[in-house]
């Protein structure tokens, strides 16, 4: 199974870019990464996914380098909203009629202002 | 609708009651999970339904049973549980069981076992 390791906190300023780093060295080959974003008391919600290269949407960015053995989730001009844990994942494909995801032990992101 | 509905948002219990949790999803989702998650700690898998059928059981104690009445429906009933096993437990969907496919998740029952 594919581990991830996250850096445990960060901290931040309101209007800064801020970028966690995710790596998973053994990632499988047909293993998607994703990120999760928590709020205390609520469940996780999705952000991102990536399989390799870069990813962006109209919330944040996932660069992915080609050995795949790491990722970072970039979330541009962060607000004291984006103050959460955040959680990297890679799936595991060797179910092929169900997945099977380990979330990582995440990273507390604190949004100051 | 792209919501997972549970309840009941918060549950406490003796170690000697039985209680079901509830999850409701209807965005035609196939595979659908429970986690648990202690304070401070992500959430752990725990079980996954995928087409209705159990397909994976993470090594779960007997008091935890889980049910798939139809592809919207997933509960969890307990039994005898242990003080230990208070928790928040989140229940999710996604599309398929495919491990790229984005999960939906509750917004979680708060349970407490005195």
């Known amino acids: 199974l594919a581990k991830t390791t996250q850096p445990i906190s960060m901290d931040s300023y309101e209007g800064q870019e801020v970028n966690i780093t995710c790596s998973h060295n053994n990632i499988a080959t047909n293993d998607y990464i994703t990120w999760y974003q928590q709020f205390p008391s609520q469940g996780p919600r999705f952000i991102i996914q990536g399989y390799k290269t870069k990813v962006t949407n109209e919330v944040a960015s996932l660069f992915i380098p080609a050995d795949r053995k790491s990722s970072t989730l970039s979330l541009p001009r962060v607000s004291l909203s984006d103050t959460a844990v955040y959680y990297c994942l890679v799936g595991d494909p060797r179910y092929s009629s169900a997945s099977k995801i380990i979330f990582g032990s995440g990273t507390r992101l604190s949004i100051r202002p | 609708d792209t919501e997972v509905t549970q309840t009941p948002k918060h549950l406490v219990m003796g170690m000697t009651n039985k209680k079901s949790l509830k999850c409701e999803q209807h965005?035609?989702?196939?595979?659908m999970y429970w986690y648990k998650q202690k304070a401070k700690k992500p959430p752990e898998l725990m079980f996954v339904?995928?087409?209705?059928?159990?397909?994976i059981n993470e090594s779960v104690p007997s008091r935890f049973s889980p049910e798939c009445p139809n592809s919207s429906l997933l509960n969890l009933h307990l039994h005898a549980l242990q003080p230990e096993d208070s928790a928040l437990y989140l229940c999710?969907?996604?599309?398929?069981?495919?491990?790229?496919?984005?999960?939906?998740f509750g917004p979680g029952t708060r349970l407490t076992v005195t």
């Open positions: 999710a969907s996604s599309q398929d069981g495919q491990g790229q496919s984005e999960q939906y």
């Open positions: 339904y995928s087409y209705e059928k159990l397909s």
């Open positions: 965005m035609g989702h196939r595979a």
